[in-house]
C-alpha cells in the first residue's frame, strides 16, 4: 500500500520543541519533493515548509522561519520537520504531502498542540 504516515506531534508548552517525522511506504521519496502544511481549527491549510528532491528547502512560511528546518533522510525514506520556539499560533494538524509529475500522496496528520 502506498502511504505516507507522519508522527511526532503532541502536547508542549510555548518555547518547546518537536520534531514531526513523515514516513513512506510501498514507495520511496527520493524523487518526490515534501511539504509539510498545517490546518489550525477554523482556518484553511497553509503551506509550512517544502523541501525539493534535491534537498533543496524551496519554501519557508514567514512566521516559522527561524524556528522550523525541514530536512530528509532519503536512506530511512524520511522527511522531518524540526520545529522549536513553538508558539500558541503553531497549534494545528500538521499533514505532509509528496508530490512529483503524475503523483501526489498526503498522510493523515498528525496534531501539534501548544499551551501550558
Known amino acids: 500500500q502506498l502511504q505516507l504516515v507522519e508522527s511526532g506531534g503532541g502536547l508542549v508548552q510555548p518555547g518547546g520543541s518537536l520534531r514531526l517525522s513523515c514516513a513512506a511506504s510501498?514507495?520511496?521519496?527520493?524523487?518526490?519533493?515534501v511539504g509539510w502544511f498545517r490546518q489550525a481549527p477554523g482556518k484553511e491549510r497553509e503551506g509550512v515548509s517544502c523541501?525539493?528532491?534535491?534537498?533543496?528547502?524551496?519554501y519557508s512560511e514567514d512566521s516559522v522561519k527561524g524556528r522550523f528546518t525541514i530536512s530528509r533522510d532519503n536512506a530511512k525514506n524520511t522527511v522531518y520537520l524540526q520545529m522549536k520556539s513553538l508558539e500558541p499560533e503553531d497549534t494545528a494538524v500538521y499533514y505532509c504531502n509528496a508530490q512529483k509529475t503524475m503523483a501526489e500522496y498526503w498522510g493523515p496528520g498528525t496534531q501539534v498542540t501548544v499551551t501550558y
Open positions: 523541501i525539493s528532491s534535491s534537498d533543496e528547502i524551496i
Open positions: 510501498g514507495f520511496t521519496l527520493d524523487d518526490y519533493a
